[in-house]
């Protein structure tokens, strides 16, 4: 069964099936269920030892259960706890107990696994956060030094995981103002660290002196595990001062609305140093679990067998999400792949809120600017091309996955009298592929490892 619920209708000539398989390649790469139970065993030997075994990208870590008093369990952010409940299972009896917060219930009988699930909102956090954390918070204190915490840390983790009021006040505003303004995921993430008890490596600090092991599966570009879901386990190089010029930077060069950086000397004054002494991350592991490269590399595999030549672009895409693609579409040849992955940036500034995330936006971008920008026509460049963007867990900040389009998007658009571009400046990317029916949703079962995109091509000669 398909994660891409609506496969069969999007898949309407061969190439867009080939893409959709393609895609469809990538998410199975990263279906929870399936990673944590191919990654992770429980190996018990003769001698009665329990080993916890985890493979992950070419390397094995071997970790003696019977070394601990007791073994508790952890999950933050979207998809941990699905990702919890299996480690649990695998874990059996040696776990004690543990938490996971996420942003729903994954639709499985969690009763006999010692795990509360518990829900936060994202990408705001709310007091329901605060109390999900809170209780998180309680039981890493509660560690003695004999004691094993594992953790999984999936993206989303900096909104779900609020450890008190005061965070929560000043994070809900550093998210809308920054997001607001473009500031990238490194900045916004560097200002909530030093707002938080819990991230930029407090729950290490928290948990001390317990031996802490941390499964985190990478959402940001580079796989720099500290800023994934903030770092709650990984020691934190920024610093006080970093998050505060971040702050300037934004507020007082880039908001037009003077009344806004009234907030700074506020925001400042709440911000807080993260837990720099070595000592707490002595007995700390962090693994990197899942990434992107998981995904890309399966899709490119699929790609090549479905007799494409196929490369890589880039594992960390960046910058405007509306100009992501174009590269890619000038540089494809005759029956080639090219395949990216990373996280763009929506600019709101100076235009109005509409309905749209990272990847609608970026498919939306490339129609718009292929139409408007390359003399040779629109509909003879996306004859026999198609390009996909999506993201990992299936949201994209909408209840779209992304956006599919080709030479059919273009003439349903022009049946319909829709100009890409007008869409684009309207901030309207959902509703455009909407109408030319061209979005893509999937199944919320995948872990969150961004955005991954490709330009698929049957083009006789080089754009």
Same mark, same amino acid.
């Not at 699905?82 to 917060?101: D, E, H, P, Q, R």
């Not at 660290?193 to 930029?200: A, D, I, N, R, Y």
């Not at 299936?394 to 996955?401: L, P, S, V």
């Given at each position: ?19 959709l ?13 399936r990673? %944590? ?39 933050i ?9 299996t480690l ?41 956060n ?26 989303g ?15 809900q ?21 030093h ?32 800023? %994934? ?5 990984v020691?934190?190089?920024t ?14 060069v ?8 009234s ?65 890619? %579409? ?62 990992s ?6 209840e ?11 003439r ?8 890409p ?27 969150? %490892?961004?955005?991954?995109m ?10």
């Amino acid at each position: 069964m398909s994660i891409i619920s609506n496969f069969k209708k999007l898949a309407k000539n061969d190439l867009r099936k080939k893409a959709l398989q393609i895609a469809e390649a990538g998410y199975e790469a990263i279906e929870i269920k399936r990673v %944590v139970s191919r990654k992770v065993k429980v190996s018990r030997e003769k001698t009665k030892e329990e080993f916890l075994i985890i493979n992950t990208h070419n390397k094995k870590e071997k970790i003696d259960l019977n070394n601990y008093k007791k073994i508790f369990l952890v999950g933050i952010g979207k998809g941990s706890a699905l990702a919890s409940v299996t480690l649990a299972k695998i874990l059996g009896k040696k776990l004690n107990g543990g938490i996971a917060l996420d942003i729903q219930k994954p639709k499985l009988k969690i009763e006999n696994y010692k795990l509360k699930i518990l829900t936060g909102t994202h990408p705001l956090p709310s007091q329901q956060n605060v109390n999900a954390t809170q209780k998180i918070i309680k039981l890493a204190k509660s560690l003695g030094k004999d004691d094993l915490l594992i953790t999984l840390i999936c993206g989303g983790g900096s909104s779900l995981m609020c450890g008190s009021e005061k965070e929560l006040k000043a994070s809900q505003t550093v998210f809308k103002e920054l997001t607001k303004a473009g500031a990238n995921i490194m900045e916004l993430n560097t200002v909530r660290k030093h707002l938080s008890e819990v991230k930029g490596g407090g729950l290490a600090k928290l948990a001390y002196p317990a031996t802490v092991l941390s499964l985190v599966i990478s959402d940001v570009c580079g796989n720099d595990l500290s800023f %994934v879901s903030s770092g709650p386990t990984v020691f934190d190089k920024t610093t006080k001062k970093d998050a505060e010029k971040i702050l300037k930077k934004y507020f007082n060069v880039r908001t037009s609305d003077v009344s806004r950086t009234s907030d700074v000397p506020k925001l400042i004054r709440v911000l807080t140093e993260t837990p720099k002494d070595k000592k707490y991350f002595k007995k700390v592991k962090n693994i990197l679990f899942v990434c992107n490269q998981d995904a890309v590399m399966a899709m490119l595999e699929k790609a090549i067998k479905l007799g494409f030549s196929a490369k890589i672009y880039s594992l960390a895409l960046e910058g405007e999400a509306m100009n992501a693609l174009l590269p890619i %579409v000038k540089m494809v040849k005759q029956k080639q792949a090219i395949i990216a992955a990373g996280e763009t940036t929506v600019n709101l500034k100076n235009r109005p809120k509409g309905k749209g995330g990272r990847n609608t936006e970026a498919v939306l971008g490339a129609v718009a600017q292929i139409q408007n920008s390359i003399r040779q026509p629109a509909d003879q460049i996306l004859n026999n091309l198609v390009f996909i963007s999506f993201t990992s867990d299936g949201r994209d900040n909408t209840e779209a996955a992304g956006a599919i389009a080709d030479e059919l998007t273009l003439r349903k658009a022009k049946k319909l009298k829709m100009s890409p571009i007008e869409f684009l400046k309207q901030n309207k990317s959902f509703a455009f592929f909407d109408k030319t029916g061209d979005l893509i949703y999937a199944k919320k079962r995948c872990f969150n %490892v961004a955005d991954l995109m490709f330009v698929l091509s049957l083009l006789n000669e080089q754009h």
